[in-house]
């Protein structure tokens, strides 16, 4: 677990320099293998979790949760991946917990939301268990590179969740035609009909802003909505 909690990616845009770092001398891009230190230093350095946080998708992503947790009554929330916590200022939920692997930005999300008794935030590395009515995967899962990282998160998100998981992230083995290193598209609903078969799919919904090749105006993540059956 602590293996996996060092290398768990957290929230982030579907921005080109994600995963990968810019030679300054050559202008070359080399793959990022420690996500974890590398969103350590972008906020170190005053970064933020990029335009998937930020403008259209940040409101497009807002009034889906938002809705969901009104009509379902939901009590409690659970995210791995806060990020800088932007996303978070628009959202309308009664408790929340954010997990992210950054000090620097867990510290950031701590003096931002100070004083507001209904977040709390911690490392990753010191979740112990916690549960939610809802748990929350938001432009993380095509961003998880290696399979036993994968693998690990998976299981975490949805044996965090009581109720409800909701997933934002595209859902293709097709890995041709996008820039970078840093996406590798997965087909997760196979994973969670082999491995969580007590959740069901009860909802697809597709991105009002397609990716069109601008991560500044689409995504190629649509939401997808998971219940228990037990």
């Known amino acids: 677990m602590k293996e996996f909690i060092k290398r768990i990616p957290v929230l982030g845009p579907i921005a080109q320099e994600l995963y990968r770092t810019v030679n300054r001398n050559t202008g070359t891009a080399t793959p990022v293998h420690d996500s974890a230190a590398y969103w350590e230093s972008r906020y170190a350095a005053g970064g933020n979790s990029g335009t998937g946080s930020y403008s259209l998708l940040a409101e497009f992503k807002a009034g889906i949760l938002n809705g969901f947790v009104k009509t379902q009554s939901i009590r409690s929330v659970i995210e791995f ?37 209904t977040k709390r935030f911690a490392l990753v590395q010191d979740y112990a268990g916690e549960t939610a009515e809802l748990a929350l995967s938001l432009d993380v899962i095509y961003h998880l590179l290696e399979d036993d990282v994968y693998e690990r998160y998976m299981k975490t998100l949805f044996a965090a969740a009581s109720r409800y998981v909701i997933v934002y992230s595209s859902n293709t083995g097709d890995n041709k035609g996008y820039e970078g290193s840093h996406v590798r598209h997965r087909v997760f609903t196979g994973w969670i009909q082999d491995n969580a078969p007590n959740w069901n799919l009860i909802e697809h919904i597709p991105n009002k802003y397609p990716y069109r090749g601008d991560y500044h105006t689409g995504s190629f993540a649509d939401f997808y909505v998971f219940k228990a059956t037990a």
């Not at 916590?85 to 100070?114: H, K, M, W």
């Open 81 to 117: 991946g806060c990020g800088d916590g932007n996303q978070l200022t628009l959202a309308e939920y009664p408790a929340y917990s954010g997990y992210d692997v950054s000090a620097t930005t867990i510290g950031n999300c701590r003096r931002r939301f100070a004083g507001d008794t």
